[in-house]
């Protein structure tokens, strides 16, 4: 679905036209673009450039005196800026009372707001709400598992209908851009960043399932930014603290980790982020994608001909400013083709590449076609979702729309993406009368079982250390011989779980082990020879009770495992009851 103007209705409604006349045919949202940018001095033209963060969760004089004087193009929150909805729609509007001013906006003007003229220039509001661990509203929104759920459920219809009500959430909370989804693919088990935030491994379904979500937040008025731009998924190198290096050529690139972005392209995606990643066999050597014109303009813009909006990842994170520094990354970003650079928190860097930018363009460095370019592609994402025209509802209206928005695509993502990995001798569903004990972190999941089939629960810590992990192992050892146990179900959010499964099946081999994982599927290749495993893809209450149902046969698992795993684990098709592998 392309953007247009009338996807902001969900919660904003076009404010009455004072234009002298009606705007020209070419015109978006009423807004004669091109003059628009011609009307913007050089400051104004670099501030549309720059996607900002700051610290603090009110309006003050700090925050205020910041927008003011670096007027951005749009601004980013994070957890440090959210406490709840109605703390967070009051700082956004507060926050959109600063959008950048046009001179021709000024006291001296007398026209009124016109097609050539308007009064403000409004700012993007960013968050990153992709889903997992990485999430900034964490009540009064819908709240994703994790990507690889949505694509363990494996259906591009619901993972649009997901878009769609968290597209309505956002444009009530105040936001208008999501930093979301990951189209990268999700093919190597060592990566550091990327895992269960990506669909899945196979290319095709990670495009298919990303076109749907991003027609969801499309609809609702939402700028979708797709990432890692051009693919983070077979890295093993974290770019927030060092640069990865992808070791691909361009068949590979095009088949694998450019192939889900293009059929985003094709469906209407609006906008990019970069990836801080070396390609050194296309010829770019030790050059982050995010500071080359090979990937940004050759690739991106003349080989897959698009023409969205392109946003650097943080200017901040190390694996592009161990190269060349905050400011003059910003000036190759811009120069390889990116419209925006992202500059998140120290205060001192955003100045620097506000400078840096000012510096170059008076130089020469950056033409000022280019920069007339990218704020051109600023302005024309923002008018197709109306921001030009948007009448923000009151808050009151706003949250009694929020909590009536329909989120149950949501539920039927956490269940659908429950799936039986291996099941050796029909061990699960678990039944009453088995003597079971079960360990987990997940108090919900713990609740099911106990309730459904008479377990005996052991509560993990969420975050052990090694010297726990060892006390957590004995403790679930003693739990299970205390009560002859004849299967034990150990649930796992990341790879300290891992002793205790191991003990258990040293100490206890006679004893049935189920492994369930509610963190990355990839901790199950430590264990081949469990008797059964199940992935969850989410470790939230939620999740961890669609686990439960699975387990003991209150729900069917409906999941197809959306990467590949190695190590052991039954590669077989899918069956009819919704267990195996995905081909």
Known sequence: ????????????????????????????????????????SLEQKVGQLLLLGFGGTVMDGTISSFLDEMQPGGV?????????????????????????????????????PSSSCVPAIPMFVAVDQEGGSVVRLKADAVVLPSAMALGAADDPALARRVGLALGRDLRLWGFNMNLAPVLDVSSNPKNPVIGVRSFGGDP??????????????SEAGVIAVAKHFPGHGDTDTDSHYALPVLQHGRERLFNVELRPFARA???????????????????????????SAKVLTGILREELGWDGLVITDGLEMQGVIEKYGAGEAAVRAVNAGADMVM??????????????????????????????????????????????SEVVPSIP??????????????????????????????VLPLKRGTRIVAAAAQGAFLRGLERSVGARTVTL????????????????????????????????FSGDHIAIVRAVQQRLPEVRVVVVS?????????????????????????????????????KPARGRLPVSLVGGIDTSPASASGTGVTP
């Open 265 to 291: 392209f094709a469906a209407g995606l609006p906008a990019i982020m970069t990836a801080h990643i070396a390609l050194p066999m296309i010829g770019e050597g030790t050059e982050p994608a995010t500071v």
């Open 204 to 217: 095709d379904r990670v495009g298919d399932i990303g076109v749907g979500y991003i027609d969801g937040l």
């Open 461 to 492: 810590p969420w975050a052990p250390t090694k010297g726990a992990t060892a006390k957590d192992a004995e403790r679930v050892v003693a739990a299970a011989k205390q009560a002859k146990a004849d299967v034990v179900v150990i649930g796992m």
């Open 1 to 40: 679905m392309l953007l247009s103007a009338s996807a902001a209705a969900v919660s904003t409604t076009p404010a009455p036209s004072t234009a002298p006349g009606p705007a020209p045919p070419w015109a978006i949202d009423g807004v004669d673009v091109a003059t628009v940018v011609d009307s913007l």
């Open 518 to 554: 509610f963190g990355s599927p990839w901790l199950l290749n430590a264990f081949p020879t469990v008797e059964a495993s199940v992935c969850a893809f989410g470790w939230r209450d939620d999740s961890a009770a669609a686990a439960a149902a699975v387990v003991v046969g209150a």
């Open 343 to 388: 500059v998140l928190w120290f205060p001192e860097k955003k100045k620097e590449v506000r400078q840096a930018l000012l510096d170059a363009v008076r130089a020469g460095r950056i033409p000022m076609t280019r920069v007339d370019q990218a704020v051109r592609r600023v302005l024309e994402h923002k008018a197709a979702i109306g921001l030009f």
């Open 397 to 426: 209206a706003a949250r009694a729309a929020l909590h009536k928005n329909d989120r149950r695509a949501l539920q039927e993502v956490v269940e659908r993406a429950i799936t039986i990995v291996k099941n050796d001798d029909d």
């Open 76 to 112: 980013a929150l994070f957890t440090r800026n959210i406490n709840d909805a109605e703390q967070t729609m009051t700082l956004i509007r507060a926050v959109r009372s600063h959008d950048p001013k046009p001179a021709c906006a000024g006291p001296s003007s007398s026209s009124g």
